[in-house]
């Protein structure tokens, strides 16, 4: 049994993890908020097709939280020990706990954005020339990821 735990409880497990985190949950949360702005643009496109480009820029915002996951689970995995199996218990765990950050934030930003830019495909609907009110209104809650991504990049290099 001891056995068992010392190859499953490894550096490198612990940071591939990490990385798994970042992208799935992340992931999860920018197709949440693409949906959710993709399901109020759709309806706004069947009555007028012209606005395509607006409704694409709002609902593609949500999606850069998952990007950003991807981006700090690339920076794990390819960091010196963690795919050959060489790296230290202390580290892996370390870069579990730097995945953290644009794991949860990341989830939660993509679906808040999304839902902000939902919202926002009413302005697209009724006046089309103030679209970038809306657009500015969901990238407020990008801040947020951003913030999330920097601390999570900072942490691995600091690793």
Do not use: H, W
């Not at 798994?20 to 702005?37: D, E, I, Q, T, Y």
């Amino acid at each position: 049994m001891k056995e068992l735990f010392a190859t499953i409880f490894t550096g490198s497990n612990f940071a591939i993890l990490g990385a798994v985190c970042a992208v799935a949950f992340a992931g999860m949360g920018s197709s949440k908020g693409v949906g959710l702005a993709g399901e109020a643009g759709t309806g706004i496109l069947t009555e007028d097709p012209s606005k395509f480009g607006r409704v694409l820029l709002l609902q593609a915002l949500p999606g850069t939280q998952g990007i950003y996951g991807l981006l700090v689970a690339f920076l794990i995995l390819y960091r010196p020990g963690v795919l050959d199996g060489s790296l230290s218990l202390s580290s892996g765990v370390a870069y579990f706990f730097a995945a953290l950050p644009i794991a949860i934030v990341g989830y939660y930003s993509g679906v808040r954005q999304g839902r902000v830019a939902a919202a926002s495909m009413n302005i697209v609907a009724k006046k089309p020339d103030d679209s970038m009110k809306g657009v500015i209104s969901a990238g407020l809650v990008e801040t947020y990821a951003v913030l999330a991504l920097l601390i999570s990049v900072l942490a691995v290099f600091g690793i």
